[in-house]
């Protein structure tokens, strides 16, 4: 029955309380379909998209009013900056591939993210403020603030030197060993690794800790973890070295995808999901039932600790829910009225030690030149700071925080947009970030199927991170769900 499926890099089939769902009173099933998808994200929509290939009767249910999941276009910004997914990479060979079929046109913004040593040439180029004043960079090396390691004085902090201390010492000998036992010697945490390196605890803390990449600090995310990723982002750029971008804005990708799928059901939360052992029902807050087959629950970590499991799930699977922490990220966009950084000679674009975060400059109009956001990434304990604020007051606070760094900037900026990921009720947090022994406890236990539920999303890929992470373990839950109707 099954028709031959092509796609590039297939990967081979590889929580809650046990309590009773029922439906609400006067409400009949919703929909009966061979497969229901649980989340209208990219893993969903790419695991629907396959099966509807192959002439399976698919429904998606979705808890927002819109599809995208972590893909998310801030639109009312001159340049549709991206509140989720950023950049499809080189080695995105799923949603390229899936981008062509759809015809979304794609613009490369590669050549606007490299960095700059000359700010009046490239608004791109960062710069350090650090104690409430931005640091010249011919003053660092010698600056009273500079506790960088001995041999990199000369360096600014942050992810670019770090990142290449873990390129070379990275041990695994393909980026795709990160899921081998034999990989788990390696599995210590960031901050032992920098230790290790002869780093103090001052300069873990400016490096790592001031904006944090992966989970909270160097003490509760994989070294392990790093070297996977740091090898996959290497390939990417050893493939092409592209910044992909969809016209329109990336979230253009999955509202293609949700439209040739065809049947996708929006604002249905889902609640529990009870497999009968002939057939399961989705059950969603509405009262609206929908049952198929099979399930596909490409919902994130966070908000299948909401749901209601019948029967309760394996323990390791309850375990690997209930434990594996995601990212937490709000990013606040602030909107220029006029390029004041031809005033004090700096680049709008800054690396801080406040709650402001990373501040990053982006050019995505028609004019390749012309910066046409600003974007604070506040990532780990600096999203919670401007969470508890409020959506207003913290746009307002991180505008304070520019003006007071930059006082050029004084009533020359305008709030844009707020995303808070971890306090999105259909999300709770951005991307997975493994502890120490996770990666091989629990990355198994969250990929594996519960009776005639099959899982997928970012967080049970193995070979790819992101939007392609969530592209192949859609894949994957697609072919494992075919394989048994």
Known sequence: MMKNVSRRGAIAAGAGAGLSIVARAGRAASSTADVVVIGA??????????????????????GRKRVGGRMNTLRTVEGNPEMGGDSILGGYGR????????????????????????????????????????????????????????????????????????????????????????????????????????????????????????????????????YFTQAWFKLQSDIQRVAYKAVGGNESIPEAMAKAVGDVQLGKSVIGIRDNGSAVEVHCQDGSVFTGKRVVCSMPVPTMRWVKFDPILPSAKAKAILTVPVMKITKVVIVPKKPFWRDDGFSPAMWTDTDAG?????????????????????????????DMMGEKEAMAHVIRIYEQLRPAAKGQLSPGGFKSWQADPFSGGDWVVWKPGQIHECLPALKEPAGRIHFCGEHTAVSNRGMEGAMESGERAALETMALL
């Open 358 to 386: 990373e501040i990053r400059a982006l050019r995505e109009g028609s004019d390749p030149n012309k910066v046409t956001c600003l974007m604070a990434w506040a990532r780990g304990f600096l999203a919670d700071r401007l």
């Open 41 to 62: 994200g990219l893993s969903g929509l790419n695991a629907a998209l396959l099966m509807k290939d192959q002439g399976f009767k698919v429904t998606v249910v979705e």
């Open 95 to 226: 949603m390229q591939d899936m981008a062509q079929r759809l015809k979304v046109q794609f613009i490369d913004f590669e050549g606007r993210r490299d960095l700059s040593p000359d700010a009046q040439k490239d608004p791109t180029t960062v710069e350090l403020a650090l104690g409430g004043k931005v640091i010249r960079r011919e003053d660092w090396p010698t600056h009273p603030l500079n506790i960088m390691p001995a041999d990199a004085k000369n360096r600014f902090p942050g992810r670019a030197y770090f990142q290449s201390l873990i390129d070379k010492k990275n041990p695994l000998k393909s980026f795709e060993d990160w899921v081998d036992p034999e990989s788990a010697k390696f599995d210590g945490t960031a901050y032992d690794f920098f230790k290790q390196q002869g780093w103090s605890d001052a300069a873990i803390d400016l490096n790592y800790n001031t904006n944090v990449q992966y989970g909270t600090s160097a003490h509760d995310v994989s070294i392990l973890m790093w």
